[in-house]
């Protein structure tokens, strides 16, 4: 076996220099705060009776989704409705009767989405439905699908965007991961038996 | 019975000028124990071929899963599946290392898979360095480790540039791309192993630098930037999963990097199959009673003690051990309480006179490379020890 050594042959190698020297510049640099917006501000149209799309949505510190409805009313929904709506698109994943995991969804969701569809469909979807994620993991129809929530295709695309932007105006991204990232430490081992 | 071999303990001067500062745990015990497993030469060449047979299994496990549209069933994010199949076409996304996390093998029980830590492994510098360190402190030269940890990652850091077994050609074969190294910023146990991965580069050769992932630039025309400088290379010690969960923005930006061939990303995607708990149902769709492997399944297993666990999961949380009949023997409190499980049968690990038990972590950069040992309770976690070994010809 080719990595069974003995110490006159690991001596030579890198291994033991690093033991004479250490691994240089090793200094700990204190956590820098990142501003980033944790959530998105999501406005809902209904555009016709049951039937919802994204008229637009913004980076923003909380979550907050706003509802339009046919009267011209508006509310904001609350955690309570949107887990109430959540809970019921999850139940339709599962026995796949959801619109947002049908290949051919796109058309038939042109004249809107159902409500709980079009909050999932949005950024804020990404953020309170994240535990849903696992469902629709693996789906290719849901990206395509999720265009079919926006108003317009330009909604989608500036959307986007400004989600982009949010994080620096250069066309280059960074402060990925600023902070509350969780430990890749010692990953495994789980299992003792 | 685990037979161990008592050393003196390194002192934790000379572990922090080694770069290695995690040593004391948080409750002030050492985490590097001053025991070392004692293993003959026949337990280290079964190890051996152990990991280098199991990562063919994967490699045709994660084919299947490709072939067959299974990202879903195995938990990976949907945002992910383009990435992890762009990047399983071309060997120039190389797996540069793993660890195969093993029960048994040791003291006469035979070797069972438990899992393929293979995107983010960790414990590197452990099984690398200080384990090796505690055989020469204690004037043990004579006794060999099976241990090539350190050069069986430099000859892969070559290969990376040679893209076959041979690595003679790097130097004529490398064209000055530029190595970036990346963890997340306040963990020091990450930072270090990252740093150590980079030592390793620039002695094979590469151009490296180190930064936090905050200051970490992406381009999904232009590539990955550090400091105005474009790195073609980049290497980065952050799960896929937390990528594609918690900055879906940033596994998009890489897709089309990687898409644009603006650069190469380390571990490759495509290790995210191999380190789905959820490959390891598949492996025993594809080979059935495997003397290697346990059963494994996405439902309850009937009348077997069996391990319940998510399939990315780290640090031992929400594991629970269930009897016969599906009760809760023991388990842990964790975050993962609402992802998809596997329901992997229960084996016991070797212990030691104190009812400890060890699992080994078998490193794997191309073939298997070397051997370190945890030892913890039945479920170990973050409170574990490492435990270094010794070969001794028996």
Redesign the interface.
Known sequence: ???????SA?AA???AA??ST??T??E??P??E?TQPKGAFVIIEETAPGKYKIKDEFPADETRIVLKKLDNTEKILTQEEMDVLLAEEAAKIDNGTSNLTNPDAQMSMQGGMSLGEAILASAAG?IIG??I??K?????N??NNRKAGYKSPSTYQRSKNS??KA??SS????????KN????????????? | MIQLQQTSPLTTEYLESLGFVWHTDSDATPYVSDQLVILSKAEAEAYYKAGNELYDMFVAAAQYVIDNNLFHEIGIPFNLVELIKESWETDIHWHLYGRFDLAGGVDGSPIKLLEFNADTPTALFETAIVQWALLKQNGMEETAQFNGVYEAILDNFKRLVTLEENVATFEACYEGWKFLFTSVRGNSEEENTVRLLQHIATEAGYITEFAYMDEVEFDENEGIFYNQEQYELWFKLIPWEDIALEEPDLAMILTNIIKNQKAIIFNPPYTLLFQSKGLLKILWDLYPNHPLLLETSFEPLQNTKQVQKPVFGREGESVRILDENITLIEGTEGDYDNHKMVYQTYVELPSDSKKSSYQAGLFFAYESCGVGFRKGGKILNNTSKFVGHLLLDS
Request: overall charge positive.
């Open positions: 076996m080719k990595y069974i050594k003995t110490f690991i190698s890198g291994v690093l033991l250490g691994l510049g090793c700990q640099r956590a820098q990142q990404a994240s535990w994620g696992s629709l993991f693996g789906n290719q849901y990206q989600f982009n994080r620096t066309t280059k991204k960074s402060g990925f991961f600023g990232k969780n430990s890749a430490s010692r990953s495994g081992g789980f299992f003792g038996g």
